[in-house]
């Protein structure tokens, strides 16, 4: 059943810290998308250049508020760190790539820096790249053993024997 598949996880317990960490992140990005919402949210989408930035921004924040919140719990985790990794990627691709190659890529425009090339691009993308491997890493291995997938898959194998 597709459930138990994305419940059922062999991870190490210690898996709970790369959940913590992500969780905790997104949860707090998602949050000040509505909080600081010309900062973070819709304004920064417009300033991107992100199409209907009035709609992507509260979109945005609430996938984040909510897959962290999964993430943390380890509750449909690779789900959560599938559409977290969707995210991830539309931010390097929105934000990094445009510093990377010192110009405006696609759509999306080029933030004011005093130095653009690869090393400007990977300071400014370290925490993107770590959300990125850390979300991929969930969606492998899943929620570890101190997670509510976990707990329901184990309650479901005692309650089918």
Same mark, same amino acid.
């Given at each position: ?8 996880? %062999? ?6 810290? /790369? ?6 992140? #997104? ?9 600081? !919402? %010309? ?5 920064? #989408? ?5 199409? !209907? ?5 509260? #979109?945005?924040?609430? /996938? %984040? ?15 959560? !760190? ?8 539309? !931010? ?6 445009? /510093? ?7 759509? #999306? ?19 993107? =790249? ?21 707990? =329901? ?6 309650? %089918?024997?």
């Amino acid at each position: 059943m597709w459930l138990d598949t994305v419940q059922k996880t %062999e991870a190490p317990a210690a898996t709970v810290l /790369i959940r913590i960490l992500v969780g905790a992140v #997104f949860l707090s990005e998602g949050i000040q998308k509505f909080l600081f !919402a %010309e900062a973070l949210g819709s304004g920064r #989408f417009t300033r991107i250049g992100i199409p !209907a930035p009035e709609i992507m921004g509260p #979109f945005v924040g609430f /996938i %984040e508020i909510v897959c962290g919140t999964l993430v943390l719990l380890g509750l449909f985790t690779r789900p959560a !760190a599938l559409l977290l990794l969707i995210n991830i990627s539309v !931010a390097i691709v929105s934000t990094k790539i445009p /510093i990377l190659l010192g110009h405006e890529f696609w759509i #999306f425009s080029l933030k004011q820096l005093s130095h653009y090339g690869f090393w400007s691009m990977a300071h400014e993308a370290r925490t993107d =790249f770590c959300m990125w491997l850390c979300s991929l890493y969930l969606i492998i291995v899943g929620a570890g053993a101190w997670s509510l997938d976990a707990l =329901f898959t184990l309650n479901r194998f005692i309650t %089918e024997e």
